[in-house]
């Protein structure tokens, strides 16, 4: 893989992974694997796919076994962004049995889900490979894992949207009914934010898609669009900035979308209807 | 409704909406909104559906609008575990515009993931209407959002699995590998728990339910058995503790699993694969 | 020993220990070992017993130590769960003076105070050791030290009951008052719950008693009863299911009570009343 | 009651009911009451005392049912450091019959320990009532809990050593033999600290105490003297400075040690270990 | 004022003071106000100003008296950004004088602060307020306190520039060298981020910046240039994009910079070397 | 350097460094540096003075860059409490790029802030330094910063005061106010206070202070008094206890100041009004 990705942070990384351990340990600890599981076992195991997808999110898995026991060895044998098919061998993992059982589900719980977005994200950035568009997550994220799927929809091949609603300004309709308009919103935005704020602004109609082209904006939302819409609206933009099609993309539709000129394409069900991707530990000897 | 939801801790509320809100707010906060909105603006909105399913996450709806501003007036049109349309009002809201549009992504965030996973549960629940089976989830949860997925499927007329760990035993295949054999695990476990605990053990074949019959247990899980296999185990268990299927159940399959006479019907996919449900807010006057 | 302890989870133990640590050393610090010791000086020192009882908190111990200086090295000469007597050494710790010198009273506050409650556990197990019954704690928990509490008293060779209000059903007298007698509160509890949660019920009487032996329950807690009642009890449940004992159980009658053939007899005292047990630190040498 | 209690800060009280409700409540909540108490029911409850002693933690008792449900109505009869006798009514509550019943095992379990910590003080500071000597905490508390200790303490009618190693310097043997003697660590002590810090120094001897008294200090400790030699160190200080003993004191031998004319007797039990107070809460009416 | 000022998220104000409430309190409280006001006494106080400079922090001020206790009246007389001389009224509060006393403090730091902040930045506007340039802050903040002092610079007119590493790239020189070159850089940058992230490059010589001009960027950032040098790059740049000055930027030098035509003149200053504004809190009566 | 300089504990350093990278890295990280350097990358790099001062903070500088990654080599070629010139190497640093570059600014930050803090205190030092007057902090501190600052005080050679409202008595005029005069404030405060806890009262005339000599206090408080004034209490006080003088002192009065025979000056702003102190680090090669 040659994906530029993001560096997930330590820092974020070890709250993430200790919460959702705390999360699944409760307080009585794991019963189970106290009982039946001597306490010097000693375990090997692997980590497959069980179907095709890509892969996000080793660095939280393998800091899962580790914060159970420091002495786990977590050996990644892909890469976050790297593709696999059902069989293919993730990571391997070597030490204490108790550990490693007690975090397993942890860990494959944020594989999963963060597989899930990378794989989703792929099957579209595969649909538009025949264009210049980019496929773009949203702000419609699982509450608390923000950062995360925007990486993981990063390992897919997409492209990162506002992180939150202060690093950039994007001027919806209701924002433009209370502001008086497009133009007086636009100016509104341009006097509220400095000079490394960037200012998008949704647009239903090609009049509204005038008024930018008049007022000056770093970017467009062409919201609920058909595609011929679409095609008028990227042909007027003409490459004065960038412009983004949104509302009711899927997968049967984007290829259609993304070759009406659009740059971005915004898809929600990036992050909130990802199927998790199925992958499973196998202990292969104690 | 008759249905007896768990009632949501005001402590797991308050803490899961404020940090879904420092996650959208970020540094700088909303700032299309401080551009574009007057400071003392009021606006009515409604959040509806905008397809059929079940509602779940309203008291974290509320709370979003609420942290922002104390004075909105967030009013449930409709209860968690509801059944909508189409174009049914779920609630009404009425205060502050800007704290207003500041929370709508995030209230929608929840209601959106967490009705989502209600109502995919319904499904399943709807399914196996015809049989005593209950539909149940597993710890296959999105980090962080168990406990608000688990209410999630209770909204949806399911039933509630493990929390976590420590509040039951499930001995696995490896805890039964490593233990030496059925018998040994289930006496490992007996003697490790206190009296309020249960213990629950997972076989793959007909042998070793015979093996867990002579032994005893408080449940039993048929792992990814056929339904003839089912069949089998539920006549040999005979009622004498509850038995679960699981393993590859999918909206198709569940409802010959559920005809096998099991008692319990566990699935991934409610927590780790539900889509969101559609869910919108407009504005209708400032 | 042989006792199968459960494993106290790495991150309770760095939280507990930590905030543990804060409350100790404020704002300033240790001012008197700045202001006396030299920043370089080392020094050696045992932890020993100075009355008899039974050890349990030997991880919060050594990592009150190293959270202060990684470089010091403790040295368990015993484990939790072992029984000492006057004189006995229970770790060496062997490192920089001033980390140890900072540390040690938050090391012994939790050495004390968890080997007290192992200490009186073991007083109770031992006088019950002719029966069968098990000494179990409560709810009755130290705020903020359940977990470690319910840890001490296996260490001290007593059983461990609901870890809080959601790892099992406890339905007392005013349960049963509100939901219209045994019979109904049993029923409402069934339906409530899934099939990995217990269901106890509290009876004060024996036509209570008799009333779950119809209705069902996973298990009974007879509170207040003499010995006369409780052997009626017994004999009535006759191995249907655990029966518990409880109320004014002291170290004085908790015999009687156990020879009365009850299964578990469950003690507040133990976490809620347990003294310290008096263990010291001692420099050796510098 | 004339006593001049501290304020506990309304964010400390927040704080530790907050912690001790999440402890309790786990993950999934009060299942007993959810199952048996209808959502609306109403209930009236009082809490008494069971035996005699002093009252401490009525902020938290309120604060904890609050923080359940704000509409319970939580009226204290006493107040903090008030002496009852069994049978005293100490406060009477009113309000939704769910939230007192998940509220009330951390309400008592805070006003039980902490009652129990006033009780136990206040035995001791009865024994000294004829002499001059206060009764005083020491820093062996419970972790977690030192501020609320410290503050039962002062309901007992005791009074607050050090709250932690950094608001006074109290040198003892160990910093004496590092620092080369008893006038060396006084002068190092001197030299490090500002001038709102007092210095104590612990001594066995009156050897040391006559060092003591040429080079000045704030306070000393007398470590385990008897009786006799408490008498000739109080006559050689001769009020120029207070002294405090320490060392085994119990109820037997406190009031012979005050009498020696010591300022100040701390004693480890008032926090390590005292037993709770018992206290319970009666449904009155539904 | 019209100032537009950015609102300060009620979560960060109230986690804010908290934490600096708690610093101030530490374990034992206010020990001099309880021992010498009594606990039922009312005061009525007023924050003056005893010099000139901008108002900034009165939330966090507010706030301070209402989380000691909430029936503090606290009505604030001026707004965040409106300017003051010595003796004018900021605040009126009235209420319980324990309280008052105990956050007074607390509340005069975060005002003293953040006006302080305000007030420096007040100073620089002033000096280039016949050009357009804008004075703007950095990242050169006091750790733990970048939003605020970011908000403060806002009341005195200031703009904001990033708010931290992730919401804009700005390519420094160590970047460039790394990475090859301007032009490389560029290139790199732009490849990584999405439409909505805006990209500054730093220059120091006419070369670079001509590079720049040929590559694209959304600003520049001319650093350490002599004013003939930044007349001679305004030229150049011509209105492309928006450049900012910065280095040895001092109330003596900023109106010869901004009159070279530069749009942002960004100044460390602001908030890593502002003098608290003299304020202070008068009793009035009790 | 002979200073004995308070240790900062690791748990501090690890929380302040750690809330800083979080507040600096926000969600996305360090986009500039993912985008420009290479993952592999190494750097070598120096900190080094840009003007003449005192050096604070070096502990949390370093922690700064282990905290985003454990491999960076940080070698500080100086102490805390070392005087600078322009041009000295404070640090040395090797390891990743990206860590480097990411931690800067807040180690930066830290260091800039705290030195600022150690410089401006030795100035006040150097000024007094023929006297035996001590240079001592306020609470005015900048929140969240108070121990860090303090430390910082005691690094450029200066005292401590209170480190909060709990670890000594102030009484302040509005206290004395409404205790009704300073013998009635001072008996308060003994009766309040344990035998660890000094009292200081602040006087601002003459006869107040006969008042506080005739009740004994352990310091008094000499608040805004002329030169004269000073000596006539330092006179009256003739050694007692040590006296303060507070107000209006600035580098041009101290020296003046100290000269009357005051024990200590207290000065708000060596923490609230101390700039930063120019310091840089330098990329020496990749």
């Given at each position: ?36 599981i001597?306490a ?72 999963g ?15 538009v ?68 704020t ?73 992050t ?15």
């Amino acid at each position: 893989m040659t994906k530029n990705l993001p560096t997930l942070s330590p820092l974020l990384v070890q709250d993430a992974v200790r919460a959702a351990l705390i999360e699944d340990l409760g307080r009585a600890g794991d019963v189970t694997t106290e009982a039946t599981i001597p306490a010097g076992a000693i375990a090997r195991a692997s980590i497959s796919a069980r179907e095709h997808g890509v892969i996000a999110g080793l660095p939280l898995a393998r800091d899962a076994f580790l914060a159970m026991d420091v002495s786990v060895a977590f050996e990644a044998r892909l890469s976050d962004g790297d593709a696999v098919v059902a069989g293919d061998c993730v990571a391997r993992i070597n030490g204490p049995a108790r550990a490693m059982l007690s975090s397993e589900r942890v860990a494959l719980n944020f594989l999963g889900h963060l597989s899930g977005v990378a794989s989703l994200t792929a099957q579209y950035v595969k649909r538009v490979a025949h264009t210049k568009a980019k496929i773009c997550d949203t702000r419609k994220t699982t509450p608390g894992l923000r950062v995360l799927e925007k990486y993981a929809v990063r390992c897919g091949g997409g492209a990162n949207h506002r992180f939150g609603l202060d690093d950039a300004v994007l001027i919806k309709d209701n924002h433009i009914a209370v502001a008086g308009g497009v133009a007086a919103a636009l100016r509104a935005a341009k006097a509220h934010v400095g000079h490394l704020t960037k200012i998008e602004i949704e647009v239903d109609t090609i009049a509204q898609l005038r008024e930018v082209l008049t007022e000056g904006a770093d970017a467009v939302l062409l919201d609920n669009m058909s595609a011929s819409q679409l095609r008028e609206a990227v042909a007027l933009i003409s490459g004065c900035f960038p412009c983004e099609a949104s509302g009711g993309v899927t997968l049967e539709t984007v290829a259609e979308i993304a070759e009406t000129g659009v740059d971005v394409i915004s898809v929600g069900a990036l992050t909130h209807s990802a199927r998790t991707l199925d992958l499973g530990l196998d202990i292969e000897i104690f």
